[in-house]
């Protein structure tokens, strides 16, 4: 199991990790590629990169539709960050083939951060066929 | 690795493609059957296939709570086809026991579209014990 | 396969598993722990377990965005359960090392019911590197 670093700089955004994961099948011939995120205010979501407006719109309608203010039992302030983790999920798979990820053309992988800024996890696990 | 071609016909529909998924597991005595969907405004969901107003249910409630208007900086017109497909993402396995998909009684695998009509892919990979 | 059996109280709630799933990993050194719900109306859901606020606000928040009342076409009364079902999906994973199921310090593994009170089943799959 690899473990990759990510640093978010604002309260909630989609950060681009594609590169990071990319790097750790490269010499894999075939497999699939798991990742885990280990935070309950954080997650991972594969969706469109090659615009930076989609990651945007993406955070936009999840700010708008968990409230920030709801009568919350938790005491911590970031119980809305908890919800948007438990919608988009700690886990994702990609296939692998010939070194690479078998992404969808517009397809990149994104951390994403519900509660920062803040220093972040992601667990990797390769496994070849 | 397998793909799986789905023909969509409205903009947004759950597509049954139980039938195509199951074929390509017979003959395996146990193992996990992985799906993956190659696309940023499609998704793959697993729920009630017995009566189809469910299907329609679900798509209703989603095109309801992600707005088609917002303000989106996505000048494609589709960022709401985006969110959606963030929330229900795009993996999913099932386990396989004597050739057959480890389904609950209910449950049937369908493609989700969200910005149809389009022809689709999905990639299959079904790994033995 | 193992198979859990989850007895829910409430109509919806966030069950503990986690006890009952680290228990099918022991003793295994290395690999992925599969967790697959077989039902159209629950689902899976890792999360904060220490307060278990978080689980309580994370299921009023569902409730709330997700409408009780909607002209849904499906008859049974439980389309909200299936949609809650399609938004944090069916199955999910945890690596294993050591015999320990790897989560981050604050996850727990929660069963979703979104329809209870009932009698469930999960369906558990450890697979050794």
Known sequence: ?????VRTNRQTELV??????ARLVSGV???ICYLY???TTAGLV??????PAVAEDVISVLNHFVPWKFGYKHLEGNSPAHVKACLTG???FVFV???RLKLGTWQRIFFAEYDGPRTRKVYVKVVPD
Request: overall charge negative; glycine content about 14%; some cysteine.
């Open 16 to 21: 681009d990790i594609t590169d990071q994961v």
């Open 29 to 31: 011939k075939s497999g």
């Open 90 to 92: 700690p886990g994702t």
């Open 37 to 39: 995120c280990p935070h």
């Open 97 to 99: 083939e010939d070194g």
């Open 46 to 51: 594969i969706n469109e990169g090659a615009d």
């Open 1 to 5: 199991m690899e473990v990759i670093t």
